[in-house]
């Protein structure tokens, strides 16, 4: 009959199953099982490669990280980190107001823009106020030096540092500490500047004048060196000596008005010599008014006055023998 073998074929057939699943703790496992060679296929012929493929690890931490970042800030407000990294607090932006010229960064030093504003209120406590010098005007030779003291108020100051310069030409200034030294190199004036090095400033007028080695009665001066009171005493000696000359006799006790020479009748710019010369023609002129030519019948005098502002006269007194 053919129906003994049909069904123990079928008895058969469910026994190997039987045998092949015995491991597994659910049914269906044997028909999804990997082949032991780890093709990727399974038992019911389609592949597998998503289970048998190597695991990315460094994927696996970027994604492990990734999903451990997110830490909240401020309400509103988030800010990443990563948890991996130091969880030491880094320090907050500084805030406080430091001027622009200053070092400046996350780790600034808080008190640094109020300790330079001490810093700086002390230093302009003590900086220089002003300044004044020794002389405010000198007289200096050709070839001389001389000094001039600076002062600073306050006394205590700091950074007492000053420059010094001239004008022009007619003297030079040198400058060491507190002392200025002027020294004279042509004939003239000038003006003397000294100036702090925070801008305070103090003048002193100069006058140069020749040395006496080198003026002679016929170097030519300037009004303020020609017209002197020494030279003035030569010139009505001279003038004295030219009347004498004429005729006249010389009474040195005459005093009382008469002919006055004075300096500033364009005296400048000319020698001692020339000078004089202009006086003798000038008395012989006025004297001659007074005589009428007789020179012999009177006796005069030569004197010298002060007019003030540097200036002189020659005073020439006149008087007849018969008087």
């Known amino acids: 009959m053919t129906i003994l073998p049909v069904l123990l074929a079928v ?19 044997a028909v999804n099982r990997v ?15 998503d289970i048998t493929a190597p ?23 988030t800010k990443s980190t990563d948890a991996t990294e130091s969880s030491t607090t880094q320090p907050a932006t500084i805030t406080t107001d ?4 200053n070092i400046t960064g996350a780790n600034i030093n808080p008190y640094l823009g109020a300790i330079q504003g001490e810093v700086i209120a002390e230093i302009d406590a003590h900086s220089v106020k002003s300044i004044s010098l020794s002389h405010t005007s000198i007289t200096v030779e050709v070839g001389e030096k001389k000094t001039v003291e600076i002062s600073f108020n ?7 540092i000053c420059t010094a310069e001239t004008s022009n030409g007619n003297a030079k200034a040198s400058i060491s500490g507190k002392t200025v030294t002027v020294s004279g190199v042509n004939a003239g004036t000038c003006t003397l500047t000294v100036t702090s090095k925070n801008g305070h400033k103090a003048t002193c007028n100069i006058t140069v004048k020749r040395s006496a080695q080198e003026i002679t009665d016929d170097t030519v001066l300037p009004h303020s060196e020609l017209c002197t009171a020494g030279n003035v005493t030569r010139w009505a000696e001279a003038v004295a000596a030219h009347l004498e000359s004429k005729g006249m006799t010389r009474d040195t006790s005459l005093r009382g008005g008469g002919i006055s020479l004075r300096t500033d009748a364009d005296k400048s710019d000319m020698s001692f010599n020339a000078a004089k010369k202009s006086f003798a023609a000038q008395a012989e002129n006025d004297a001659a008014l007074v005589t009428s030519g007789s020179w012999e019948d009177y006796t005069f005098n030569c004197t010298t006055e002060s007019l003030g502002g540097g200036e002189y006269s ?3 007194t006149i008087v007849s023998k018969g008087e």
């Not at 430091?98 to 010229?101: I, K, L, S, Y």
């Open 98 to 101: 430091v001027p622009a010229d």
């Open 55 to 77: 695991i990315d690890s460094t994927a696996q931490t970027e994604t492990t990280k990734e999903t451990k970042k997110q830490t909240t800030k401020a309400p509103g407000e």
């Open 154 to 160: 306050p006394s205590d100051a700091v950074n007492k």
């Open 11 to 29: 008895i058969t057939g469910a026994a190997l199953l039987t045998a092949c699943g015995s491991n597994s703790s659910d049914p269906g496992d």
């Open 314 to 316: 020659i005073v020439i």
């Open 35 to 49: 082949y032991p060679e780890g093709e990727g296929k399974l038992y019911d012929g389609s592949t597998a490669a």
